[in-house]
């Protein structure tokens, strides 16, 4: 279960009032403010998601979690959608699922993911969703860009070989943890996550060494300094519970 | 039932996939009778056969000589294999890609050359295989039949690629294996 | 101060018999294309050397906004005789005064300027080149805040919504959206605290349409978001535009204190109950801030990303209240909508697409410049008769309309009817205006890939698809160009297309792949011949052949 700030994001939407549409020909009721995906989830129904981590708020920018709705032309973030009384909503058809492919294929190809010396192999969400998917291999060519380590943190380190620009961690820093110590730079293409004004993380003032952030990356962006890879496990059961103790319900879905 | 030739080569790769291929153990032996090996590394044939039913190829393109070869094995092959990581997103060859290739070589020959290497180093650069700018993907050059990911693939994966060539099918690799595996 | 209208008509006959006292009146065009060439210093030795002849009760100089003809400049307009005079320098001046009265100068008069002006249809630049943009008087005496005075004092609100919706007015800021439709979904809102919001932020290369009306007439975009505060409900309003557009900025800011100082803008206009008030915020050039959710981000200070839609803005908008947002042309065309009523302005145009539209014509044509003329006018009407055609006799290839998220309009759809649906139904856009003409020897693929290379500079990178597929269309352009690409490459670069159009998060990646599809659509032969044969049929790429 997850404590989306939704109420204040979403003042149109009323959790007292409740309706049923559909998922993939099954009959699901939600609350309105429930999103298709929380829904589909609750009912079993998996739909791969990457930028979504429960406790965190929305952004809708993966896109991997796109569904079809029956009547609709748009294909619709399953994470920012909000289901309608008798909403037909078809998560797995040939069409999303080919898309879905294709995006996960291109974030492969973005940066340089190079899983066999990766300290996320094995705990990766992106090698996960390589599977989830079926991508036995990338149909576009790799980008190969320039990017560093930075090992500046005494306990952390940062590469952005393998980031993938899903934002957990300036969410997780700035919502739960309170620091904002992360934060993006630059657009497109070169788009870059920064700890403090670009400075080494090591050097970021405002970071209080918490690990939060290094829990909610998916991939081997951000890892503990001394740990093997086997141990590179990320653990984030304290997300929902923070989020809950703490009510802060600030918006920033919009980052 | 004629036996099926398989042929096994690599290009940039460090042969773990082929040491991966003979954890097959005793895989190997129920193999034995169903399929021939008309040409790689395991065996002792100095050119590439005018046909292999099944071609698995380990590592990625890096130089004109991988970039030569690879066609003539696609021209010749039936069923071409991306085997492993390398072969199928240029993995570690691929690290180098970020780099001018005069700083690989200045790096590889004459930096961390023991002894030190006096002089430029343009001598030893003249005998090692001219290396492209980038280490790429086998199916970025020639059509490719099978994805085989892992960096090795496990035996289990190539033995379940194996049996399904062997009945006839195109497998199916999802799930039974990924990249790092 | 509160006006009623009397004081209007007041001001309006003060002014007007001002002019009319002038014999003779030269209009200098000070817009920005104009001043970047100088016609300031042209307007000011103008001045003086009226002054010199002690000509100043005689004839009149003054500074106007674009008169059309930019290439042209710096442009004058003499009012009297309807005759330009281009490339003015200073030396020319005590000639073109000299010559007033008598025969005009010659050698600086614009050779045939008939068609270009006589086919165009003036209500949004109506004004402009017309009256000084610096001052508030003229703008009242070209009948100037008359229609939010009859809407404050003689219309309702539902009035008002009534007329807008009737004229059937679409939003000039690129998809065409109904005018009346959404002004009537915020006015229906019930939150107290409202906002109007005029995107000015046109970044578009090649396009410089609100630009224009901001720099010649800045009064009639104020007005029309004071008409649109009152009819929604809001009584705050911004209007955002680029720091790029420094003149019209001031220009601005200017027309926004003259405005209330007199009461026109502030509190309880017109002695009426409505208050409205308009500040400035200035964007720092991103493509993307001109998406209005974007738009919003940036206004209120953070940083300049769409967000999925919806709830949309008319919703849920600025600090999370109702916001109306339009562009500067929509709200341009308000205030000549209220004083003539919806029902004149549905009377030009077409079924779907009414009034006029202002385009910036560039590229490859005899007159480049702003031009307005009235929806479903044929293209080739604009091109061959507005435009002058295509010069040094070439042969005419393509329309690019709508900039990066537009396409390209081959030969055979010339005789089309340019509107909202014509120009979507070829695969392109109306956009904001941008209309760039080619000849034979543009490169159709040359001008998809620098049209993407736009998009994937000015891409937000928030989402996945648009971040890198936009590089990775861009990379596969880049090798057709050079004659490296194979037919594979072809069938993965319209895969992408695709991909980024139907997955991106907002409209820059939705309409990214556009001039891609349109040229692959319609010069699919131009793609070939570069991956069959390594040949650039225009001779505009240098193919790997050639420069290795
Ligand atoms: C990438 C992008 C850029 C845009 N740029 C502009 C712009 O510069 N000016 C503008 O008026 N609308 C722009 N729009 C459209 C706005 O989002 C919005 O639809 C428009 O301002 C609404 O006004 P209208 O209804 O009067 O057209 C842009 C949209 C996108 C997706
Ligand atoms: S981050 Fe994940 S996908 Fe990327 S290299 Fe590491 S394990 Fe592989
Ligand atoms: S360790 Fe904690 S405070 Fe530091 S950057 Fe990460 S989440 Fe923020
Ligand atoms: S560092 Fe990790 S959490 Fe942060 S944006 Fe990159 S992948 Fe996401
Ligand atoms: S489509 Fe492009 S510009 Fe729009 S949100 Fe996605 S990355 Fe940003
Ligand atoms: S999980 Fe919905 S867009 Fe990323
Ligand atoms: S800027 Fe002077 S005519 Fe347009």
């Not at chain 3, 209208?5 to 003779?24: N, P, R, V, W």
């Not at chain 3, 990214?512 to 032969?525: G, I, K």
Request: aromatic share 6%; glycine share 10%; with cysteine.
């Amino acid at each position: 279960m997850s404590h989306h700030p939704k109420g204040k994001l979403r003042t149109d939407l009323n959790p007292s009032r409740l309706l049923t549409f559909k998922i993939d020909d099954r009959d699901v009721s939600a609350r309105e403010d429930e999103s298709i995906l929380e829904v589909a989830r609750q009912n079993g129904i998996a739909i791969p998601t990457l930028c979504h981590l429960d406790g965190l708020s929305e952004r809708g920018a993966c896109r991997l979690c796109i569904v079809e709705v029956r009547g609709v032309a748009k294909l619709l973030p399953s994470c920012v959608t909000f289901p309608r009384q008798d909403m037909e909503v078809i998560t797995n058809s040939e069409r999303v699922v080919n898309y879905r492919k294709k995006i996960l294929e291109l974030l492969f190809t973005e940066r340089n993911h190079v899983c066999s010396v990766c300290v996320s192999n094995g705990h990766c969400e992106l090698q996960n969703l390589s599977v989830e998917l079926g991508v036995t291999h990338v149909r576009y060519n790799y980008l190969y860009p320039e990017h560093a380590v930075d090992a500046s943190h005494s306990r952390f380190s940062v590469d952005h070989n393998r980031c993938v620009l899903c934002l957990r961690c300036v969410r997780v820093c700035d919502e739960i943890e309170g620091a904002h110590t992360w934060d993006i730079m630059g657009r497109g293409i070169t788009s870059k996550v920064i700890t403090d004004l670009n400075q080494p993380w090591g050097t970021a003032e405002t970071c209080t060494g918490c690990g939060k952030c290094v829990q909610v990356c998916p991939t081997g962006a951000l890892s503990e300094k001394g740990k093997s890879v086997a141990e590179m496990i990320k653990r984030r059961q304290f997300l929902p519970y923070l989020q809950m103790m703490r009510g802060r319900q600030e918006e920033s879905w919009q980052k | 039932m004629a036996k099926i030739g398989l042929a096994t080569t690599w290009l940039d790769g460090c042969s773990g996939c082929h040491m991966s291929f003979l954890d097959l153990d005793e895989g190997l032996i129920a193999l034995a009778d169903k399929v021939e090996i008309v040409y790689g590394p395991l065996v002792d044939y100095k050119t590439f056969p005018e046909h292999a039913d099944v071609t698995l190829v380990e590592g990625a393109v890096s130089s004109e000589a991988d970039k030569k070869n690879i066609l003539n094995i696609r021209a010749r092959s039936g069923v071409l294999v991306s085997f492993g990581d390398c072969a199928v997103t240029a993995n570690v060859p691929g690290m180098r890609n970020r780099y001018p290739v005069e700083a690989v070589l200045q790096r590889g020959y004459v930096e961390n050359a023991e002894p030190p290497l006096a002089g430029s180093g343009e001598a030893a650069f003249q005998v090692v295989p001219q290396l492209c700018p980038h280490a790429r993907p086998v199916h970025e050059f020639v059509h490719v039949d099978v994805f085989l990911p892992g960096c090795p693939p496990p035996p289990e994966a190539i033995f379940y690629l194996l049996q399904e060539l062997l009945a006839g099918r195109i497998p199916d690799m999802r799930g039974r294996t990924r990249f790092g595996a | 101060m509160t006006l009623n209208i009397e004081d209007l008509h007041q001001i309006a006959k003060i002014e007007q018999d001002t002019q009319q006292g002038f014999q003779h009146r030269i209009n200098v065009c000070v817009a920005a294309g104009c001043l970047s060439c100088g016609s300031g210093v042209v307007k000011d030795a103008l001045a003086r050397e009226v002054g010199k002849r002690g000509l100043d009760n005689w004839c009149q100089v003054k500074g106007v906004g674009c008169l059309g003809l930019c290439t042209a400049g710096p442009l004058i307009a003499l009012e009297v005789g309807g005759r330009f005079y281009q490339g003015v320098k200073v030396a020319d001046v005590a000639d073109i005064v000299e010559a007033l009265g008598a025969s005009p100068v010659d050698r600086l008069l614009y050779p045939d300027d008939s068609a270009f002006f006589q086919r165009q249809l003036r209500i949004v630049t109506e004004n402009c080149g017309r009256i000084d943009p610096e001052r508030i008087e003229e703008y009242i005496a070209e009948s100037g805040y008359e229609g939010l005075y009859l809407a404050l004092t003689q219309m309702t609100r539902q009035e008002v919504l009534g007329q807008v919706t009737e004229s059937g007015l679409r939003g000039r800021g690129g998809a065409g959206f109904p005018t009346g439709l959404k002004w009537t979904t915020v006015a229906k809102t019930v939150d107290s605290t409202k906002f109007v919001i005029c995107n000015a932020d046109e970044g578009d290369p090649g396009a410089f349409m609100d630009r224009s009306v901001l720099e010649s007439d800045p009064h009639r975009v104020i007005e029309g978001m004071a008409v649109a505060g009152y009819a929604t409900g809001a009584s705050q309003g911004f209007i955002y535009v680029r720091a790029e557009y420094p003149l019209a900025v001031k220009r601005v800011r200017m027309a926004l204190s003259q405005a209330e100082r007199m009461g026109i803008l502030g509190n309880n206009i017109f002695n009426t109950n409505f208050s409205f008030n308009i500040k400035v915020r200035l964007g720092a050039g991103a493509f993307v801030c001109g998406e209005e959710t974007a738009l919003i981000a940036s206004i209120e200070g953070r940083m300049g990303r769409p967000r999925p839609r919806p709830p949309f803005p008319a919703e849920y908008g600025l600090w999370e209240h109702p916001t109306l947002i339009n562009n500067v042309e929509t709200f341009a065309n308000i205030p000549p909508i209220i004083r003539h009523g919806g029902k004149w302005f549905a009377g030009i145009g077409t079924e779907k697409s009414k009034g006029t539209k202002v385009f910036a014509l560039a590229g490859k044509i005899v007159n480049t410049g702003l031009i307005e003329v009235p929806m479903g006018m044929p293209l080739r009407e604009i091109v061959y008769e507005i435009g002058g055609g295509i010069p040094e006799g070439k042969r005419f290839k393509a329309v690019q309309t709508g900039g990066p998220s537009g396409g390209c309009i081959p030969q055979q759809f010339l005789d089309m009817p340019v509107d909202y649906d014509s120009l979507m139904q070829v695969g392109s856009i109306m956009g904001s205006g941008g209309m760039i003409v080619m000849d034979e020897s543009s490169c159709m693929v040359d001008v998809a890939k620098f049209f993407m290379e736009f998009c994937m500079s000015e891409s937000c990178g928030k989402c996945a698809p648009c971040r890198v597929g936009t590089r990775q269309i861009y990379d596969i352009l880049c090798k057709i160009t050079a004659g490296g690409a194979t037919t594979e490459d072809l069938a993965t670069l319209e895969d992408l297309c695709d991909l980024v159009k139907h997955t991106s998060l907002c409209g820059l990646g939705q309409s990214a792949p556009n001039p891609v599809l349109t040229t692959l659509n319609y010069f699919r032969d131009e793609y070939l011949a570069h991956i069959h044969d390594k040949k650039c049929l225009a001779g505009a790429c240098k193919t790997a052949k050639e420069v290795s």
